[in-house]
């Protein structure tokens, strides 16, 4: 399966951006799918997911839960993460990633601005 993200761009603190991850099979019934965030100079860290055992159960990491909200379109084989009131320190590659099959998407910049 292949991924491919899209939406990143550059905001001001306190904006929003709502990143797409779209995969090229209908996996999201079976899979549980996740969102990371690689920092310049950091690890890759899971920020968000969704999905688990065929349900739309979601996670969040503690910099991100009530800020971000990760949601499905099974339908369009399509990934959302909705990032509201962005920090400077959100500032990254995001990359989404299928737990089942491993893989990994290209990832999209998000640049916040102070």
């Known amino acids: 399966v292949q991924l491919v993200e899209s939406g990143g761009g550059l905001v001001q603190a306190g904006g929003s951006l709502r990143l797409s991850c779209t995969a090229s099979?209908?996996?999201?019934?079976?899979?549980?799918m996740e969102w990371y965030h690689h920092a310049p100079g950091k690890e890759r860290d899971l920020v968000a997911s969704?999905?688990?055992?065929?349900?739309?159960?979601?996670e969040y990491s503690r910099s991100t839960e009530g800020r971000f909200t990760v949601s499905e379109d099974s339908a369009k084989n399509t990934v959302y993460l909705q990032m509201n009131n962005l920090k400077p320190e959100d500032t990254g590659v995001y990359y989404c990633?299928?737990?089942?099959?491993?893989?990994w998407g290209q990832g999209t910049q998000v640049t916040v601005s102070s």
């Open positions: 099979g209908s996996i999201l019934n079976i899979d549980i």
């Open positions: 990633r299928s737990r089942l099959f491993g893989t």
């Open positions: 969704i999905g688990d055992h065929g349900t739309t159960r979601t």
